[in-house]
């Protein structure tokens, strides 16, 4: 079962004390509502799905929703049948305390950033699936980010955007084909406020462009102790089409686009003067926000009286930028009529031509032919860059050497910082209390000390796989409620609707595969021999299934196609029940499929997946990775603790890579992973696969986790930005 559905009560807990009043414990839920901190912690989750279940998650998990459906008199007749009154006060004052706190890594690690805090800027931010301001890999990984710079207290603040309707809901038509819809987000129902300057006032920023100014106001949610600032373009005062500017996330043209940047990195940098914060140092968690960087160098330049080339080595030395796709698609690209409109005042005010912009985002800056590149930006404008994996780092070394043609390759200032996951967010809730039982104590302050996690093998092997089977189930029963809704919203068949709620079997190997579907994720890579895929999937000793997830940008017609290809093999007799795909893949979705899967898929075309975080979730819980050696799983994967796809090479014909991948994707299936899954003891349990599940776990949880990589970033990319303890990137 996944941490949002259980809940056990307890035991019976004592009446509320005297002066208890139904507005204090009404008050006391809504306050910790308001700060995010409650999405990782499965206790006040727990919490909230008991006042009513039903509701909790037709709500999609939103306790703001929820609680607004209650009067303080109904909430305290539920506490009182449910004898949850020493459970909210418990859960209140863990918050009260942990904000209060300052924990000791910060204390003795975070140095000069307690008077210079970073400022954090990324496009999107997915924290929780009831916030809807992310679409995938890079959103989550910012949100798994901030919340680990909560915990270990680094001086942390996030900027990035409103999103009213979010990244688009998916849903399959009758033909499999995606269809996406927008819809409107109630700000009522979210965790934010108006962010207040001096005085209290709320605070706005304006943006001058050729075309007239645009407006922005702010919002501040609470994520733990970071704070997040999202600035929002629905403004009086805006033109129409302006006031759409921030309503959803990667659409429009490139207009838009720019528009969204210019708001996100000159409106960021300006909200924060408006807030009175300084920040110490600015991480560009990607080339969207790199205007930041412009606009903090006119800042010194007014403030300071310095001249542009002083300014602008003074904002680079402080700049970290992280790039994460070796994907050329994913850098954005505008050309100079664009930059010159919406830049051009910012432009005159630093002082500078329409040329020496340009050539800011241009690898050959006298190139009149080149656009301008935000990741050229990015990279010209910081001294300390990172890519996400070790291999990311080689690639993107590689990928931008021309921007150095005087230094060697290995030389370049491209580091690698390789990303982690937020252990509390990912980690399933009947997981945790078995890790409870046989980590140390303070396990959960502790959990990048390998020793920790060596604890994994003290656990009967038995109740290991209880746990796993468990979440299983549980997983399978969410597929079945998915699965049969889409085929009712779809009209089919009362036949076909019962049959959908008896697909998958929780004894059969059970294979997930979730991502954005980019063709070079190569989500038919296990499809390329049906006949062989038939066979494999109704062995009638050793049975495979596959449940698929994943959504296509709009605009991506082939991964639309392979998602109706999928989608589609449902009327295949042969994969009938076997085969199954989840529509509208968020981080509910993937919390399901990575606490409940036995085999994590993942087979990108090397070396385009720059890191893949998802497979990290996967190994928290107990599944194992099968995997291309890409990404993470190129440094990961050490024979023992999952299964390779492949020798870690790629052919220069595409086609032949694909081939080859494919043909060693059968082979490993066919050879090691489902032999060894079926490999029973006298108690029918799979030995050798459970000690490959511990094998995982102890030598992957506390490498790929969001704590070590936020340390990581304080030791080797913000402490030396700040002007603190130096490190050198480039040997992470």
């Known amino acids: 079962m996944s941490q949002i559905e259980t809940a056990p009560i307890g035991a019976p807990q004592p009446s509320p004390e005297i002066g208890y009043t139904a507005e204090t414990l009404y008050d006391k839920c809504i306050a910790m509502a308001r ?3 409650w999405s990782w912690h499965p206790e006040v989750i727990n919490l ?9 998650r037709q709500l999609d998990h939103n306790p703001i929703a929820l609680l607004s459906e209650f009067t303080p008199e109904r909430l305290e007749m539920r506490a009182a049948e449910l004898v949850l009154y020493s459970r909210i006060n418990h859960a209140y004052r863990r918050l009260k305390e942990y904000m209060a706190e300052v924990p000791l890594w910060a204390k003795t690690h975070t140095g000069v950033l307690g008077s210079k ?43 990035g955007l409103f999103y009213d309707q979010g990244y688009f809901k998916q849903h399959l038509d009758e033909e499999g084909y995606q269809q996406e819809e927008y819809l409107d987000t109630k700000v009522e129902n979210l965790p934010m406020e108006p962010a207040r300057g001096r005085g209290g006032k709320p605070i706005s920023v304006e943006i001058p462009t050729r075309t007239g100014n645009v407006l922005a106001k702010v919002w501040l949610m609470r994520v733990g102790r970071v704070r997040l600032y999202l600035l929002d373009s629905d403004v009086p005062g805006n033109s129409p089409e302006d006031r759409e500017l921030t309503s959803r996330l990667y659409g429009g043209d490139n207009r838009t686009r720019i528009r969204q940047e210019l708001v996100a990195g000159v409106g960021g940098v300006r909200a924060l003067r408006a807030l009175g914060i300084s920040p110490g140092v600015y991480h560009l968690n990607e080339g969207h926000s790199g205007f930041a960087t412009l606009e903090a160098i006119r800042e010194r330049m007014k403030e300071d009286g310095m001249a542009f080339d002083d300014a602008l080595r003074d904002v680079a030395q402080r700049t970290v930028f992280t790039t994460h796709t070796p994907v050329p698609a994913g850098h954005d690209r505008f050309d100079g009529a664009l930059i010159e409109e919406h830049l051009g ?43 996400v994996s070790n291999l990311h780092g080689h690639i993107s070394r590689r990928m931008w050497a021309h921007l150095w043609p005087w230094r060697v390759e290995e030389e370049i200032p491209i580091g690698h910082i390789t990303n982690g996951v937020h252990i509390q967010s990912w980690l399933a809730w009947q997981m945790q209390l078995l890790y409870d039982r046989y980590f140390p104590a303070d396990w959960m302050q502790r959990m990048g000390e390998p020793e920790v996690w060596q604890e994994i093998h003290k656990i009967d092997p038995g109740e290991l796989w209880e746990t796993h089977y468990a979440l299983k189930n549980l997983l399978l029963a969410f597929v079945r409620r998915r699965v049969s809704r889409q085929c009712r919203r779809r009209g089919e068949s009362d036949e076909a609707v019962e049959a959908a709620r008896n697909i998958l079997d929780p004894n059969i190997l059970t294979l997930g595969f979730g991502r954005r579907f980019a063709t070079y994720k190569r989500a038919d890579l296990i499809l390329r021999d049906l006949d062989w895929l038939a066979q494999v999937i109704n062995d009638p000793d050793c049975p495979m299934q596959v449940i698929f997830a994943g959504k296509a940008h709009p605009r991506d017609e082939p991964g639309k196609q392979l998602i109706k290809k999928i989608a589609n093999l449902r009327h295949d007799a042969r994969f009938a029940g076997r085969i199954a795909f989840v529509e509208d893949y968020d981080i ?46 190129a440094e990961a994967y050490d024979g023992a603790n999952g299964f390779a796809i492949g020798q870690g090479t790629q052919h220069v014909d595409q086609h032949l890579t694909d081939e080859r991948d494919g043909d060693d994707l059968q082979r490993v299936l066919e050879q090691h992973v489902i032999p060894l899954y079926y490999d029973r003891d006298v108690d029918g349990f799979p030995r050798h696969w459970i000690a490959r599940m511990m094998n995982s776990i102890s030598s992957l949880g506390w490498r790929f986790s969001a704590h070590r990589m936020v340390a990581d970033y304080v030791h080797y990319a913000y402490l030396p930005a700040s002007g603190g303890l130096s490190s050198d990137m480039s040997v992470r």
């Open 48 to 56: 909230y799905r008991d006042l009513d279940p039903i509701r909790w």
């Open 117 to 159: 805090p970073v400022a954090y800027f990324s496009l999107e931010f997915g924290v929780h699936e009831s916030v809807p301001v992310y679409s995938g890999g890079l959103g989550v990984l910012s949100g798994d980010h901030i919340k680990s710079a909560s915990a270990l207290g680094v001086p942390l603040v996030a900027i």
């Open 35 to 37: 700060n995010l901190w």
């Open 345 to 387: 005042p910012l432009r005159e005010e630093l002082g500078i031509s329409d040329q020496q912009l340009m050539g800011l985002g241009r690898v050959e800056p006298q190139n009149e032919q080149e656009t301008f590149c935000m990741t050229v930006l990015g990279l010209k404008l910081s001294r300390r860059a990172n890519a």
């Open 588 to 633: 509910n979705v993937c919390r399901h499929l990575i606490q409940g899967v036995d085999v994590w898929l993942n087979n990108p075309r090397r070396p385009l997946e720059a890191s893949g975080t998802s497979g990290q979730k996967a190994v928290l819980n107990g599944a194992l990775n099968l995997s291309v050696l890409d990404g993470w799983w």
